[in-house]
């Protein structure tokens, strides 16, 4: 999974995708300290994640590896909201 | 899934022949903040009747195979959405309805 953090959102209603009231978040990749990297990415959020909240983005066909997503054309999702990331047992990201 | 601008048409007759009658579009990837193009163009199978110009967003690998059009065709690459609002931080960076063609 990537590291990011929801800066805004995207909104379509003329898509093939066909999961009723999905939404789509725009995510900004970032660092495991939250440094933005200006690189963004279209995900379907599954779990409700909040503005600027950072999350985990599962790229790929496992994107489809979801009972709602299941044969749908998408190729990345929000699988997670972060609360907490250590490295070198020191905290260096806290919701 | 990754935003791109539709900017031309990919034309070609010599291809497998479940392809035939499926529209190739030339897009290139864009920022979403300053809605300017990143110069990587990509061909993408259109699969919801994209014009050129409009902002769209595209499944590439796998996934771009489970669209009703491309199903079961050669394709990594399809367009499934034709995006209306791009929203950064509150403010809107794209709107559909005032984009300047």
Do not use: W
Request: overall charge negative; glycine content about 10%.
């Amino acid at each position: 999974m990537i590291l990011g953090k929801v800066v805004g959102t995207v909104v379509s209603s003329a898509s093939t995708i066909g999961i009723e009231g999905a939404s789509f978040l725009l995510i900004e990749k970032c660092n495991q300290a939250g440094m933005l990297k200006n690189d963004y990415v279209v995900a379907l959020d599954m779990v409700g994640a909040g503005k600027d909240e950072m999350v985990m983005v599962s790229e790929g066909s496992t994107a489809r590896e979801t009972p709602l997503t299941v044969s749908k054309p998408v190729d990345a999702m929000v699988v997670g909201i972060v609360d907490l990331i250590d490295e070198n047992d020191n905290i260096i990201y806290r919701k | 899934m990754i935003l791109a601008r539709v900017v031309g048409t990919v034309v070609s007759s010599h291809k497998p022949r479940e392809m035939d009658g499926i529209a190739f579009l030339l897009i290139e990837k864009i920022d979403p903040v300053t809605m300017k193009g990143k110069g990587d163009y990509v061909v993408a199978m259109d699969s919801v009747g994209a014009g050129l110009n409009e902002i769209v967003f595209y499944a590439s690998g796998s996934s771009a195979r489970f669209t009703p059009t491309t199903d079961g065709k050669p394709t990594d690459c399809s367009i499934i959405a034709i995006v209306d609002f791009i929203e950064k931080n509150g403010a809107f960076t794209y709107r559909k309805d005032k984009a300047e063609d």
